[in-house]
């Protein structure tokens, strides 16, 4: 598919046209959570809020209020206010292409669901998605960017789409190395990576459960894998729906840019932690980067194939 294809899905903001319930567990705490999406005014950008604290004010979907990074992503305002495990519904908002939305939760985390976008995803197509007539300005990579911690990397080079070069590395060879590539604004997210599941060691869950992390992971919610066997009576939604939810965790995480992005991302062995590092190196100098209005690309890219 042609570049300018792309570019001109993701012209206008948008938000959701309607309000959308959902309920289920918390990873973390294992307790029952509450979660309404509701439409917001162009410009706002996905804003969170506690309805379970007084004054817990907004928390913004930014890289810059990341506050923990394991298992999963946690955002904090300045009062000290956490939404945990926010990356898989902000993998819905970037695959669907949602600018702007105001998440309400009846306590500290997004419910985990079944592991994956599928449910979000599923529930703002219902309702459907709204135009707001107001230009959206993307994040366009203008260098290489390489951010590295051991044999974890990600590198960004310039480009008019966005793509994920993803490769994982696995002892357990129920996961293995696995390797996928998308485009993110030409796939069909839905389909091809909004459905893959987070996933962990057996030994692991056993270990976290007996002090007190993830009281909510089950097989329920996460595929998982002890030597060699995939555990879920169901099996696997895809052969490497590992190395899918990998792109999705990093399309989560790379949209608390707070824009869309245009750039090739290479990661290997990546995870929330070097995926903020990413942002905060991106946005570390200003020649790294530009944030331009979808329209101008188009008209670029029309003026370029003119010429050629
Ligand atoms: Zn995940």
Redesign the pocket.
Known sequence: MPDTLNIQNIDFQKTLDAKVLCEGIGLHSGCKIRMQILPAKPNQGIIFIREDVANSQKIYASYKNVSDTKL?TTIANKAGYKVRTI??LMAAFMGLKIDNAIVILSGNEVPIMD?SSKVFVGLINEVGIREQFVKRKVIKVLREIAVYDGKSSIIATPSNDFTINYKIDFEDPAIGIQKQKFSILGSNFDKEISTAR?FGMLKEVEYMHKNGLALGGSIENAIVVDNGKVLNPGGLRFKDEFVR?KI??LC?DIYLSGKHFLGNISAVCAGHEINNKFLWKLFSDKNNFQEIEAYNLISMEEVTSAVA
Do not use: A, K, S
Request: charged share 20%; no cysteine; hydrophobic share 10%.
């Open positions: 999963g990356e898989h592991g987070t939810h999705l965790d989560g």
